[in-house]
């Protein structure tokens, strides 16, 4: 029987949830760095576009597709399950109301723009990790993987502030809070590229696979091809 999944991917697509649903929920509260006012979520979330781009490049495409879809599904587990929780009433002793509902109590347009945003931008970062693999025979892993997560990020920045914020706050700060994020985001990538290629290098050696994406579909929907 073919194993379909290795250890190494099964930890790779654990993590990869975790910081996804771990990002969602640092999302409620606003930090300052310096002068620069963004999410907490930006401590983790740009993790996962990392963990995408080496499960793209390791295992390719489809597998990347896989977690990426099971990524959507824990994420909209989390959220269906924090709002029926804030619609339960709690015990008449519990003092904590307010705070649980501030957290999990997310508005439907939030909860939309940042799952759509997040199977655009996975999507389009493991497209880009993929196609560009195959244009280079392989090589200039650290620049396909600046490439993809420019990419993705941008996508998903442009998408998630729009629609969760669009008509309440200015567009012009709208425009600059979605710069600055994927400046941030994508500078996260190449701080951490070093760590990054180094664990490609172990996983590839360990794993002993080294997919090149040749003759697949990129439909986003056909999770079955694995």
Not at 23 to 49: C, D, M, W
Not at 188 to 206: G, H, M, N, Q
Request: aromatic share 12%; hydrophobic share 55%.
């Amino acid at each position: 029987m073919n194993q379909k999944v290795s250890v190494s991917f099964m930890l790779m697509g654990i993590l990869f949830n975790v910081c996804l649903i771990t990002a969602n929920l640092l999302e409620t509260k606003v930090i300052q760095l310096g002068s620069l006012t963004v999410t907490a979520g930006l401590l983790v979330f740009p993790i996962s576009y990392i963990l995408n781009d080496c499960i793209a490049e390791v295992w390719g495409f489809r597998k990347a597709r896989l977690i990426i879809w099971s990524g959507f599904l824990m994420n909209f587990f989390v959220v269906g399950v924090g709002l029926i929780a804030v619609a339960l009433p709690s015990a008449s002793f519990w003092e904590g109301e307010e705070h649980f509902n501030f957290v999990f109590g997310m508005a439907p347009r939030i909860v939309a723009a940042s799952l759509l945003a997040f199977l655009v931008g996975s999507f389009l970062n493991a497209y880009v990790m993929s196609r560009m693999k195959l244009l280079n025979r392989g090589r200039h892993f650290a620049l396909r993987a600046i490439l993809s997560t420019v990419a993705g990020e941008t996508a998903d920045s442009f998408i998630f502030f729009p629609i969760a914020f669009g008509g309440v706050i200015a567009w012009r700060e709208l425009l600059l809070m979605m710069v600055i994020q994927i400046i941030l985001k994508s500078t996260y990538e190449v701080l951490i590229l070093p760590v990054t290629i180094r664990v490609v290098r172990a996983v590839k050696r360990i794993d002993g696979s080294d997919v090149y994406d040749e003759d697949i579909s990129y439909k986003v929907w056909k999770v079955r091809d694995l």
